[in-house]
């Protein structure tokens, strides 16, 4: 594969992606006649050089941006209202999400509330929201700036409660992107924590897109070539990062996203909690459960471990093998082997036990996960 130009893909919404393909922006809004772009971000990519120079392009082509940039680290829902108001009171029409999984996913819950008002939890898809989502949406733009979570080709957001710090999903097909411009340029710069974090949480996804109970072997297909893109890239990206390791970061992420559309499992559900308990990375939640949970899979689905073996090409095709990779690959990208060095402590376990049960992801694991299951995962990665 050859990273020289830009690519367009049309799956599943039309991807931009190549360097250079940020260059592209203010034509498109261009042709589409669109002038008064929101652009949401967070407050810490709003100062990097190339934020300030993607809005000083769009100005340059009198295309007045508003940067709407307060949100929280794990977004809650006053982030979203407060984003409603900025599209209010300065006439926009399109949204811009330039960021991470937390920006991409507030921008979306914006594009969301824009034409439905009522609470925006109504709209919950864990409890059946997702069939009020009925009226028109704004035209969305997505522009990843991590190599994580994929949220740029989903269609839902995670947004919390403000107290109560319980995660909602925000699902809707109409809040895919109506295009996306993947740059791995934008990306070049991630520092290397952001990296190793966000690059295991996109190979959390596809591995757990692999094992995910229903059948669907078009995401099969595509987590394990994401599996192998990251095999080959994530240590570069993370320690020596070239052009070459930061794309193939990229595209294996949203091939991340898109195969989670099958499910994900007991890692998330491990992971969730964790951010709404103590406010750790998401990423970096899923990097330090990864090995644990994918122990638990293991016996009764050997078969598909030796699959995900035979594509990290393991000496041994074992689902030991693999969790003994994740344990090193952690290492070589110096991620904690244990909760206790991110902050857990023994006291929290009971808590975390109940919030992952109550979690979305586990029901399409593999195999069942129980409370008691939970609790002695947690115990084992403490
Ligand atoms: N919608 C989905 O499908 C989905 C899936 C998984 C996770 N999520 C959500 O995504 C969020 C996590 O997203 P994330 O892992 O991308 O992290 P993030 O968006 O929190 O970004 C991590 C940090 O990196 C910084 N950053 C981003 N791009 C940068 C760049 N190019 N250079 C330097 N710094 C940069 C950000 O400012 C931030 O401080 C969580 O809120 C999680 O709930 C959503
Ligand atoms: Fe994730």
New binding site residues.
Partial sequence: MAFDKVYQYNFPTTIRFGPGAIKELPAYLQQNNLKAPLIV?????AQ?T?FKTIVGDLQHKNISAEVFQEIH???VKSDVYKGTDSWDNTNRDCIIGI???????VA?AIVLRIHHREDLFKYDDLVGGDVYVTNEVPHFITI????????EV?????I?DDDTHQ?K?LFSPKLIAKIVFADPV??????PF?TA??GM?ALT?NMEAFLAKNPHPICDGIALEGIALIKDSLEAATNRPDLESRSKMLIASMMG?IA?QKGLGVV?SLA?PL?SLLDT???LANAVNIPYGMRYNISGFEDKFRRIARTLELKEETGEAVVNYLFELNARVNIPHRLRDIQVKEEHIEKLADLAFADFAHPNNPKPVSRDDFKNLYAAAL
């Fill in positions: 971000t967070d407050p810490n990519i990097l190339f680290k794990n977004p960021g991470g999984g937390a920006a991409l996913d979306r990843p700036t991590t190599a994580g979570t994929g949220s989903g269609r839902s957001a995670i919390s995660k999903i934008l990306t070049m710069d991630l520092p952001i974090a966000t949480d996804h996203a989670f998330h969730h951010s990375h998401h990423g």
